[in-house]
């Protein structure tokens, strides 16, 4: 019978199985399932490095349900995932990505046709859309920061996508496209949401998702959609990684809380936002990290090595 002395006296006396009773009721975190992944190519560079490549090259990374449905695994598993701190998206091949699938979409249309009744459609409908906006959001959701990596054409949900990103580089060569318009519906997985926070005119973001204009990384970076631009793919993902390896490089309490605020305090009050970091430094202010990091400064000493979350 399970007494209350008696509970406090297991647990006190057998830390260590408590440790592991608790962590088996949190969700895998396996990097090797990462491989077994169809439209998506992961690697592990660096250490605590994550590099994820869209990677349907002959479909210019076009996004199908599978893909929508492999975005989400993957940064659902990265966010918690103890070997990764930072990750860099880039595409493969002759595009960063041509927006969503096409083809899929069509296909989707004649299915559609075959159900008469308007609120089933939608029925239908409605569980796909979300699928597909939890995809996007998912790299806003993991608590490493994303840094994309963008080279030639980044259309339509490719906006979206990049958008829920917190870092975006490209090439010279990069271009950009909210063409939602173009194909006849309005953006609907974050574009007409993140967009124009990300670049801080209402007035150039509504101009460009209205018209679906082609814009150039020389106006990405003067809008500030993209922060670095690099003369070719292969210096963009060289720089892309450096910049990963320096973030992971850091306290990973001190980059994920970082992270976790200012995604928060992105639709909340000034107030909300300090009140936010306040409950959560109460507690990551005691955290080893912060000792390491404090001693380290104060000496000049070594890098100081920051323990797995
Ligand atoms: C619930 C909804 C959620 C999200 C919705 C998002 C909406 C969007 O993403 S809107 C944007 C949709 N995308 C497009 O309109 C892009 C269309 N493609 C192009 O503009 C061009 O192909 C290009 C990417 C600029 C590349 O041009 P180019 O290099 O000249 O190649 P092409 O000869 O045009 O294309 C080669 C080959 O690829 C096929 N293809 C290109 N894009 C797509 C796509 N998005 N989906 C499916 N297939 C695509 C194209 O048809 C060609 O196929 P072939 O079989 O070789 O003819």
């Not at 829920?164 to 090439?171: M, N, P, Q, V």
């Not at 060569?173 to 063409?179: E, G, I, R």
Request: hydrophobic share 40%; with cysteine; net charge neutral.
């Amino acid at each position: 019978m399970y007494t209350v002395s008696r509970v406090v006296k297991n647990l006190t006396a057998n830390p260590a199985s408590i440790l592991t009773r608790a962590m088996s009721v949190l969700p895998k975190r396996n990097t090797e399932e990462l491989k077994t992944l169809k439209t998506l190519s992961v690697s592990n560079p660096k250490p605590y490095v994550f590099h994820v490549q869209l990677n349907r090259p002959d479909k210019y990374n076009a996004f199908t349900k599978q893909m929508w449905l492999e975005v989400k695994e993957c940064f659902e598993n990265l966010h918690i995932n103890p070997d990764c701190r930072a990750i860099v998206l880039s595409g493969a091949g002759k595009h960063f990505t041509a927006g969503i699938d096409l083809t899929s979409m069509m296909m989707l249309g004649q299915e559609l046709g075959e159900v008469e009744d308007v609120s089933r459609k939608g029925y239908v409908m409605e569980p796909l859309i979300k699928l597909y906006q939890d995809s996007v959001s998912a790299l806003e959701v993991c608590q490493k920061p994303v840094i994309a990596a963008v080279h030639s054409a980044c259309i339509g949900a490719g906006v979206d996508f990049i958008t829920a990103a917190d870092i975006r580089y490209s090439t010279k060569d990069a271009w950009f496209q909210v063409k939602e318009v173009d194909i006849g519906m309005a953006a609907d997985v974050g574009s007409l949401q993140r967009f124009p926070k990300v670049i801080g005119s209402q007035s150039l973001a509504r101009e460009l998702c209205f018209t679906g204009r082609k814009f150039l990384s020389d106006e990405a970076v003067k809008c500030g959609l993209v922060s670095r631009v690099f003369e070719n793919q292969e210096e963009l993902l060289q720089g892309a990684l450096e910049l990963a390896e320096l973030i992971a490089s850091k306290s990973p309490i001190a980059v994920q809380a970082t992270k976790n605020n200012m995604v928060y305090s992105l639709d909340h009050t000034n107030q909300e936002g300090l009140d936010n970091i306040r409950n959560v430094n109460k507690l990551y202010l005691q955290s080893e990290d912060f000792l390491t990091a404090v001693a380290a400064q104060l000496t000049k000493g070594e890098k100081p090595n920051f323990s797995k979350l």
